[in-house]
């Protein structure tokens, strides 16, 4: 089992900035990769960005590539969401996971094995 714990959202105006925090714990050495989703009201769950918890390889969906960034503490077991640039469309609840699987794919929800319980972002104009 893997619990995660997001913290560090907010309201914000555009163009500032935010940073998400997600602490694990239990079985977090298990862990092959964790990523950040975001879900707006009224739409799906959608990717925002992974990162490969030993070699630390990153990748982003295109609308925030540029203006976010993904990193993590491999001592403190956590991963962080640096988010600048923002804009009213990024607005939405933001999800940590984590992935147990091998995979050179962590793109869809159903890569993943563990949730968060989301916290809330919102980007006024």
């Known amino acids: 089992q893997v619990q995660l714990v997001e913290s560090g959202g907010g309201l914000v105006q555009a163009g500032g900035s935010l940073r998400l925090s997600c602490a694990a714990t239990g079985r977090t050495f298990s862990s092959r990769a964790m990523g950040w989703f975001r879900q707006a009201p009224g739409n799906e769950r959608e990717f925002v960005g992974y990162i490969t918890w030993r070699g630390g390889g990153t990748d982003y969906a295109d609308s925030v590539k540029g203006r976010f960034t993904i990193s993590r503490d491999y001592a403190k077991n956590a991963m962080y969401l640096q988010m600048n640039s923002l804009k009213p469309e990024d607005t939405a609840v933001y999800y940590c996971?984590?992935?147990?699987?091998?995979?050179?794919?962590?793109?869809?929800?159903?890569?993943?094995?563990?949730w968060g319980q989301g916290t809330q972002v919102t980007v006024s104009s």
């Open positions: 996971a984590a992935s147990l699987s091998m995979s050179s794919s962590y793109y869809a929800v159903t890569s993943y094995d563990y």
